[in-house]
C-alpha cells in the first residue's frame, strides 16, 4: 500500500499563492504517476497536474497552465503544487493520487482545502 498526506491549503484572497505538500510513503516503488486533483462544492473531482514518480511529464490542465507548477523531491517522495495568481475558482479541496503500472490513481490522500476570496 501507499499512504498520501496533503499539506498546506489555507486561505489567500485572489492574486496570492499557495504551495502544497503530498508526502508519500510506504510502497513507493510501485508508483508510476502522481497527480493533483480537486473537488469544488456541488461539482466533481477534477484533474489539476500530474508528473511521473520519478519527476518527467509534467500536465496540466488548461486553466491552470501558467499558474501552477508540479514538482517532485526525489530525496523526500514529496510532491509538490506550486498555485501562484490564485483565483476564487480555484476553490477546492485539493487530493494527491497516485497511480500503480497498469491502473488509475487508486492511493488518494485525505485533502487538502484551498480558499481564494475576492
Known amino acids: 500500500q501507499v499512504q498520501l498526506v496533503e499539506s498546506g491549503g489555507g486561505s489567500v484572497q485572489a492574486g496570492g499563492s499557495l504551495r502544497l505538500s503530498c508526502a508519500a510513503s510506504?510502497?513507493?516503488?510501485?508508483?508510476?504517476?502522481m497527480g493533483w486533483f480537486r473537488q469544488a462544492p456541488g461539482k466533481e473531482r477534477e484533474f489539476v497536474a500530474a508528473l511521473t514518480w520519478v519527476g518527467y511529464n509534467p500536465d496540466y490542465k488548461d486553466s491552470v497552465k501558467g499558474r501552477f507548477t508540479i514538482s517532485r523531491d526525489n530525496n523526500k517522495n514529496t510532491v509538490y503544487l506550486q498555485m501562484n495568481s490564485l483565483i476564487p475558482e480555484d476553490t477546492a479541496v485539493y487530493y494527491c493520487?497516485?497511480?500503480?503500472?497498469?491502473?488509475?490513481?487508486?492511493?488518494w490522500g485525505q485533502g487538502t482545502q484551498v480558499t481564494v476570496s475576492s
Open positions: 510506504g510502497r513507493t516503488f510501485s508508483i508510476v504517476r
Open positions: 493520487a497516485a497511480s500503480r503500472v497498469g491502473t488509475n490513481y487508486v492511493f
